[in-house]
């Protein structure tokens, strides 16, 4: 049977797990936040990276009730760390198809009061390379996203075919820039100036800037010296199973 077969009940018997990376502040990295990257955890082929499933199930009618499954474990597991004493942001990724479910935003403010967690802990990131994310859907959907309270982000900035309009257009919270800015950030005058002119863009629109995929200290002090807040990547931490990143939140509690 194809991973397209097995989709349902893999879904059924919980086979996708979720795993979380950190998101810090520059230039300690305290972690402020962790966003929520799923795995599959299947049965014959071992632990799956959403790479090789994420398309499958993008073009599947399954994609609605899989996002529904990962908010909701992200919720549990954001009012889990808030029992142990610990307040930080989940980010949740949405498909954009997902936008166009009109039962995500009811079922979102159902599982955010079920478990009694703040909506302004979980974050929407919406990728806008890839998927075609529709302006004009978006537009729709995010002020009704806002309005229930939680924070939102463009993911992958930068690698869209038209990422100023997104940014001029839709109201977030945060701009994630795409990883691919970062790689050679040290080395390559062309991404210091790429990335200067996009952290001028989200100062004057009053947006928060995260840069993705940091794998080194110097990349990370680069990005600080160039006024960066946040950061993400291998070099603060893999995407981790829940008993693995757990104690790193504890630890300073
Ligand atoms: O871990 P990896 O690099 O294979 O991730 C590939 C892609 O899968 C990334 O773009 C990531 O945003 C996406 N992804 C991870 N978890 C989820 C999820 O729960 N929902 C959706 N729609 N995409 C996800
Ligand atoms: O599209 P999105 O930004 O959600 O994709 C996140 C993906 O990027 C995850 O699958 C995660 O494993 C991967 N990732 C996170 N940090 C790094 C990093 O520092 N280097 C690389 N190469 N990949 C990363
Ligand atoms: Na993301
Ligand atoms: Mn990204």
């Known amino acids: 049977v194809s991973l397209r077969g097995q989709l349902n009940n893999a879904l059924q018997q919980n086979q996708f797990v979720l795993f979380y990376q950190p998101k ?5 990295g305290t972690i402020v936040g962790v966003e929520a990257l799923v795995r599959w955890e299947h049965p014959e082929k071992g632990l799956l990276a959403p790479g090789v499933f994420i398309d499958i199930i993008e073009q599947s009618t399954v994609i609605h009730e899989f996002t529904r499954y ?20 989940v980010a949740v990724n949405l498909s954009p198809y997902n936008l166009r479910d009109d039962e995500f935003i009811p079922y979102l403010k159902e599982q955010l009061s079920c478990h009694q967690v703040p909506a302004e802990l979980i974050e929407i990131e919406l990728t806008e390379s890839g998927t075609m994310l529709d302006l004009n859907v978006a537009q729709r959907v995010f002020p009704e996203l806002r309005a ?9 900035f930068g690698t869209g075919m038209s990422s100023l309009a997104y940014v001029k257009k839709l109201d977030v919270n945060f701009i994630k820039i795409d990883r691919s800015f ?21 100062v004057n629109l009053n947006k ?14 680069i990005l600080h010296e160039l ?12 995407p981790m199973h829940p008993l693995v990143i757990t104690p790193l939140l504890t630890k300073d509690l």
Do not use: H
């Open 208 to 221: 928060e800037v995260i840069a993705e995929g940091i794998e080194t200290s110097e990349q990370a002090e």
């Open 182 to 202: 970062i790689t050679n950030i040290t080395t390559d005058y062309r991404d210091v100036a790429v990335i200067k002119s996009m952290l001028l863009l989200c």
């Open 227 to 238: 006024g960066c807040k946040f950061a993400q990547g291998y070099y603060f931490g893999k």
């Open 148 to 156: 229930v309270g939680v924070k939102l982000s463009i993911d992958d």
């Open 70 to 89: 990962v908010l909701k474990q992200a919720i549990i597991q954001c009012r889990l760390w808030l029992n142990q004493g610990v307040r930080i942001s």
């Open 24 to 28: 810090v502040s520059l230039p300690q």
